[in-house]
């Protein structure tokens, strides 16, 4: 069960309005990593969570504060908008900085929106559910929840430079922060899971069912050895398995495949054509 | 520039065709973490990576391969599906083994692809490009690979229990190999990254542009206290810069928002309703 | 700011699982009227609302109550996949019972979710945002609400039908009671505004702007005039501002377009088949 | 069965071509609320009407008509785009209006359409089906229809504040009124439809299967009690059943949820990362 | 403008209810190339032309014909869901034959529509307006009907092998017919284009542009030589131009391409991981 | 299985860096005839084929090929944004030229990829499956990579009108005539394909499942005889099985539907308001 305080978390006022900003600023709000994005993941994954309450209520925790991110950055994108003109474009060219700018504010948030943020990214798709990830298995969802915000952060930092606004900026440094100890926490999380488990995620498949033989070996597919460089590569892997190895030359372990004709009744080519 | 040598990398034949787990093994094949997610997201990492020309190599050699793991798949499951019965459903159903497997098999795979693959998950959905990550950031990518690598074989593994066909479970057993070696050579390569660049991505954010009095601090926005009792709480954080404190209380930082009145030429809410 | 309590807002506890009906339920979890369509649309359009603080206080009450009644549906979710048997479909399918139940499963249940409820629909659609409104027009978006909570109700009572599962139909007549409510405190809502605005949305349309002579008119497109039948043809139309007429011919008012030809440099149909 | 007379409804030429608003016009033909939605939202809810001739007649006489909306849209967007420059931007730029106006046109508008329309919105977003509603309950869909008219108008009226193009203007001034005419219809039809089942839909459900306690009661889950002082708070409810009334304080009616641990074969978290 | 007469172009009504065709039958309403596709696609190609009248006539003929066959089809569904049963799986179960049939049946049809069609394919993905192509050149999209026919009366094909109703069948037999004709017609329509333009679209590109040298080779990108005995390889390509000829080794005519390093700002990888 | 070669097909290098037109460029990387639609088109059709190993030849060959068409263009979208200045729009915007360029680039080419190309069309849309077409049967599917050729060739075309930079019509001088040649291609393998089994697909459907009486029928369902008048009107028709003819009046074969009431378990509209 969820409540609400209508204080923010955070401030949220620009110093003076920027309806292309704000179009820029929805990234971070309903794009693929934006806040409603870690909102629903964490909040999946802590209702689907079986066991491990530690980790849920861990998850529940963040999951409820990204909420009040979503809020936050809706609060400061409506703020953004406040009385964007909205007229005839040809007129307003006319003028070269009015111009360009009405040009590029995202013409939803005037017509569909009525000067609101929407959840949409920067080029005003829609969020979706396909941006989440939720699977029942703690390892593999901390390495999608640290996934999660370093491409956030990242994304934060590029929207930092492209404003001098030190009310935008200030609410950046806020989830800037932020995102800095969500990647902590889940990596200080993944720390403790891959000590108990091992690295490979899931760490229940019995080695007899994985054709092991290939499990540490690095495939020249791209022709050129620069990989075969790299630092790791003739070390022990992470899993502590075995030793990295490097094969140089691509090898085929199965024949060309021929597939069985079609049956009639499907309608595909017709025999003749088989041929 | 690409080539294909028409031998599969591995082998690809079930025993016998079975048009339900073909449906299922769809999600690997075109799913959120399928090998088309994969095999497009080093890609375009690939393509897109400046500079550091041993990590362009590694990422593209196992873009490269992961093409060769769609067309693995892909056979599969055209020859799950070689002659399934396409007639009926209510004559069929009087056998109730036939009728459960007609009525369960994916529809489309006979009307629209004539017994054959499609890039989609295992409920039809179309692949789509929101599946997949390519940030510029080698580190915040490095993060996305391990994840997509750990959500894929996590998903291959529920599917190796899914049937007792030697064929398929060997071709899994292939692919569970490969996932432990991806997972391995990410992990490699995040382990040398975060020794130079320190462990929060990205890594160039100057430390003035962060409010970093909240970057260690987990607040407890869902009530009870299960996550204070996490073992690392309190300790110092990977990033080495402070350690883990919890705060009991979340904290509104600031003020409740009041927007300002919308101007009439968008046709919001008339100002008497506004009060 | 949001905070979340463990505790349940009510009951989401079923007799015994059942997978079937675990992949029904996701429609009022995802689909385009469940739970987090309404979430997420009160909570924009709280977010947005520019004035008037009591009704910005009655759609934030009712979006932070929304997000914990996703929180129950994906709990129950969670409890209906308990023990979901996942294995080979052809081998249980020689029990028509089990075979008919795990066919009709979502597989991505399992394979993708590992037993928990996901933002999707009864088709294993991903919820996204172009289910929800949030226009800033006080009066238009409480139709809106309108709308979301009859449609809601009328596909919580449909499932209500589907299942005898007594801890199942105990939580959905508490949404039935709340949909009740909600669609009771719309429609007071719109009442109130009607009367101050009246009735035709936006308000603000000045009506020189507005043809009017085609504003009370029904045009019969459909050949037949059942609809001149109507009780309420011919008589006083809600706007008070003329009664409703019946044009029983429909006129075409503008002559027929002829496009300019297209110029060379867009390489539509050269000029020779443009005549 | 359909027949198309080449005339239009109504007027559909602007003075002069402008790119630019020929993108944004797009919103009313191919987006959430556009004609293409309304078009096929009432055609699938008359296709779909079971009884009730009058209203199945009403439907399919407004859905036709609005197919004729989409054909006068999408001949307004062709002339917009009449002639529109295509050519290297970085030389259009040296004149700021010809610039501003040249990258502000939707670019699919040239490479993909070939100065035509498209069934898209405003910033490009494909119509979809996800945006209509027919769920053969006809209180419901009559309120999904004043929904979709109500947005619809609002951003016709907020279209018409974006131009000075005379011709353009006509064009909406016509669909300003006939959406006043669809608006005051489904009122009418919801008038009518509510006095005989009551303003609950569906009304079918029986008072047994309702936990009716909860069904007259807002409950403050945000913070602070603003939505107390509304005016029909505390008054009889739309239904008649009850008394709105106020509960100032949240109450979580169920216990915590505490899930079942995973079956092994689902590979879940581990047993010893459940605890 | 388009005016609808109640009377069906042909018979939609099956012998009897049968659900789990219905969810089928959907493939050619609402999937890629079911009737809605071909009704939008052949309106926005009308709309859109500019100049030769009778195209734009034959293209508004077959549009506004295919309105009437997604009027068919969805009454055909709502037919074969009559009275479909709605209730508890496990009990249903029990009876082999209503138990497959129940679970096959797609829910939304009960949950979402009412026993309704739905806009949607057979796995219940929602039409979108990526579906369509209207390019505005006459040549390009005279093949892209033609390519949508002879896969939407491939899908009928197969749906009349999967049923024995003679009602269901007699429907399909007119649109088998109705798919000929239109086959017929696109094809008479693009021999009569090349014969005035040549068979390359678009006709329009001067030969300058084009890096002829490439313009007539197959380049043997995938191992093996099967390619070069097809029957027309070095014989006279259909532009007329030139003979096919056939490259047995790709070559690469550009070197491998490196990307300038990522200024600062965008905070990719930083230098030192740069190298 | 794939290999991969880091040199080029063809060269990618623009004369100097252009983000705007990086923007567009994306159309035919990402869009819906896009480099990405024809190599999966090809390779999904390469997969699926059963018999015809020339043909699955060279179907492969072209699918190969274009997955180095995509890694062409997304190496020059990464070059036409080498630097792109992300910074203060209201600065920037007070010099008409760099306000214009920076306004219309693509915001998530900065904010999401890093100065990277992605998977997506001229307005951001995310490429998606719906694109292409593999249904198994050959001459259906020639017909749909004949459109995709044609669709694409247009695109480039128009593309290469809207630039003056010498790098970049360079490679889009070779992909004109690589589309060429896969016009070229197909429609040869089409015309062999046509004379073995005649134009009208599938060939497998026996002639007493069609309604033969409408297989050769233009009906005038758009008022207004221009089609008529078609050069091959009258004619015999592509399939040699009889003439075109021209049918004046629309008739209407079927009565007016009327579907059956909704039984009270659906809770459609209640039978008082379905009279």
């Given at each position: 069960m969820f409540t609400h305080k209508k204080e923010l978390q955070f401030h949220a006022k620009p110093e003076r309005p920027d309806p292309v900003y704000a179009k820029k600023l929805q990234e971070i709000l309903g794009g693929q990593f934006g806040e409603i994005s870690v909102a629903?993941?964490?909040?999946?994954?802590?209702?689907?969570?079986?066991?491990?309450?530690?980790?849920?209520?861990?998850?529940?925790?963040?999951?409820?504060?990204?909420?009040?991110?979503?809020?936050?950055?809706?609060?400061?994108i409506a703020r953004l908008l406040d009385k964007a003109a909205v007229k005839d474009q040809e007129e307003a060219a006319k003028d070269p900085v009015i111009g360009s700018i009405m040009g590029d504010m995202n013409p939803q948030h005037a017509i569909v929106n009525g000067l609101g943020a929407a959840p949409k990214d920067a080029n005003?798709?829609?969020?979706?559910?396909?941006?989440?990830?939720?699977?029942?298995?703690?390892?593999?969802?901390?390495?999608a929840n640290v996934n999660a915000e370093s491409q956030g952060r990242l994304q934060v930092a590029r929207l930092y430079e492209m404003t001098e606004d030190r009310g935008v900026r200030e609410m950046l440094s806020f989830l800037l922060a932020r995102d800095t100890m969500h990647q902590n926490q889940w990596i200080a999380a993944i720390r403790e899971l891959e000590e108990k488990e091992g690295v490979v995620a899931p760490s229940t498949v019995p080695p007899e069912w994985e054709a092991t033989e290939f499990s540490h070996q690095l495939i020249n597919f791209s022709e050129g050895e620069e990989s075969a460089q790299?630092?790791?590569?003739?070390?022990?892997?992470?899993?502590?398995?075995?030793?990295f190895e490097y094969a140089s030359k691509p090898v085929a372990h199965a024949e060309k495949p021929k597939l069985e004709p079609a049956p009639p009744y499907v309608h595909d080519t017709p025999p003749h054509d088989q041929k």
């Amino acid at each position: 069960m969820f409540t609400h305080k209508k204080e923010l978390q955070f401030h949220a006022k620009p110093e003076r309005p920027d309806p292309v900003y704000a179009k820029k600023l929805q990234e971070i709000l309903g794009g693929q990593f934006g806040e409603i994005s870690v909102a629903m993941q964490y909040l999946f994954q802590g209702w689907n969570t079986r066991g491990n309450e530690k980790y849920k209520d861990l998850i529940m925790d963040t999951g409820a504060e990204e909420i009040g991110h979503v809020e936050m950055i809706a609060t400061m994108i409506a703020r953004l908008l406040d009385k964007a003109a909205v007229k005839d474009q040809e007129e307003a060219a006319k003028d070269p900085v009015i111009g360009s700018i009405m040009g590029d504010m995202n013409p939803q948030h005037a017509i569909v929106n009525g000067l609101g943020a929407a959840p949409k990214d920067a080029n005003g798709n829609p969020w979706n559910a396909d941006y989440i990830v939720s699977s029942g298995n703690l390892l593999a969802d901390m390495r999608a929840n640290v996934n999660a915000e370093s491409q956030g952060r990242l994304q934060v930092a590029r929207l930092y430079e492209m404003t001098e606004d030190r009310g935008v900026r200030e609410m950046l440094s806020f989830l800037l922060a932020r995102d800095t100890m969500h990647q902590n926490q889940w990596i200080a999380a993944i720390r403790e899971l891959e000590e108990k488990e091992g690295v490979v995620a899931p760490s229940t498949v019995p080695p007899e069912w994985e054709a092991t033989e290939f499990s540490h070996q690095l495939i020249n597919f791209s022709e050129g050895e620069e990989s075969a460089q790299l630092d790791w590569m003739g070390k022990e892997a992470p899993d502590g398995k075995a030793k990295f190895e490097y094969a140089s030359k691509p090898v085929a372990h199965a024949e060309k495949p021929k597939l069985e004709p079609a049956p009639p009744y499907v309608h595909d080519t017709p025999p003749h054509d088989q041929k």
